[in-house]
């Protein structure tokens, strides 16, 4: 008994732990309004001074929101569906189209 109540402790704190080292600031379409299906969790290489994020901190950023953008060609990424979505991103977190291709494909 006394092994379980000891375990379900560790277990606990070591999800505890894990929660608070996910990252709050979260990089997705502003009309977006349910849960993104395609998240990931990195180090940011660029400063986001609207997310208050410096370089190195962890960032969520949805994927599902910048379709095909991480492994476009550079012909494609001067496509004018490309450019549209991108300048539209990049004005909406503050970024320039350099730092958020960066961020994306970094």
Not at 37 to 42: E, R
Not at 79 to 91: I, K, M
Not at 96 to 102: A, K
């Given at each position: 008994m006394l092994f379980r109540v000891i375990l379900g402790l560790i277990v606990g704190m070591l999800f505890a732990i894990k929660l608070q080292a996910m990252p709050e600031q979260r990089l997705q379409s502003s009309g977006r309004e349910e849960a993104c299906?395609?998240?990931?969790?990195?180090k940011s290489p660029v400063d986001i001074?609207?997310?208050s994020v410096k370089s190195g901190d962890m960032i969520c950023l949805c994927l599902s929101d910048l379709?095909?953008?991480r492994g476009a060609s550079e012909k494609d990424l001067r496509?004018?569906?490309?450019?549209?979505?991108?300048?539209?991103?990049?004005?909406d977190w503050g970024l320039?189209?350099?730092?958020?291709?960066?961020l994306i494909r970094k």
């Open positions: 299906p395609h998240l990931i969790y990195k001074k609207k997310l379709p095909d953008m496509s004018p569906e490309f450019q549209v979505t991108l300048s539209r991103f990049a004005g320039s189209e350099p730092e958020l291709l960066l």
